[in-house]
């Protein structure tokens, strides 16, 4: 058997090195074409406020089956949804007129984002402020609560982080399901969030 000299081997090396790159082309042109697909989403939050009917009697004496109490909530979210065709960065505001305490608001658009754009994964919620006033007939208690902020007094009714709760799909389409509480006036603000084929 002859040696291979250095020359001829090399030779062949570059030889095995083209033929393979040239089969690996050629083997992924006739894969089926499935990254190319691009998605385009719209995404829309309705929200609703409701009462932690328990906790809530605990703190104030107030039976939560009385029709009389009544309620009227104005939030602050932080929303966050960009993409290369929409950028939105802002706090929107929220008003959930008078409605009885122990049925919660109806459910209501919050927001949705005015552009078609890039599937680039769940906007970012954060609840900044809960603002309002719970009417129980001649008595009535005020609402504000706040995030906690580093280097400042725990808020004296704060908003708990996020929890998001379960996902879904219904009339309107696919959706998450995030709940943020308040720690002294027991409410809860539910967040419905849909991410829609446009």
Request: aromatic fraction near 8%; charged fraction near 25%.
């Amino acid at each position: 058997m002859k040696p291979i000299r250095f020359g001829g081997a090399l030779a062949l090396l570059l030889t095995a090195v083209i033929t393979t790159g040239v089969d690996y082309a050629s083997a992924q042109e006739n894969l089926p074409v499935t990254d190319n697909v691009i998605r385009f989403v719209n995404h829309q939050i309705y929200g609703s406020i409701k009462a932690d009917w328990t906790s809530y009697a605990k703190q104030t004496g107030d039976d939560l089956r009385d029709d009389a109490i009544k309620a009227k909530v104005t939030t602050r979210i932080l929303i966050s949804d960009n993409s290369q065709e929409s950028r939105f960065s802002r706090e929107v505001t929220a008003s959930f007129a008078d409605f009885a305490l122990k049925d919660g608001s109806t459910e209501q658009l919050i927001w949705q984002n005015a552009r078609c754009h890039h599937e680039r994964g769940i906007p970012k919620l954060t609840l900044t402020a809960i603002d309002g006033l719970i009417t129980d007939g001649p008595m009535q208690h005020v609402i504000t609560a706040r995030t906690r902020h580093i280097g400042l007094s725990l808020p004296s009714d704060e908003i708990t982080p996020g929890r998001r709760l379960f996902g879904g799909t219904d009339k309107i389409g696919p959706f998450t399901v995030t709940r943020v509480e308040t720690k002294r006036s027991r409410l809860f603000l539910v967040l419905k969030m849909y991410t829609l084929a446009c």
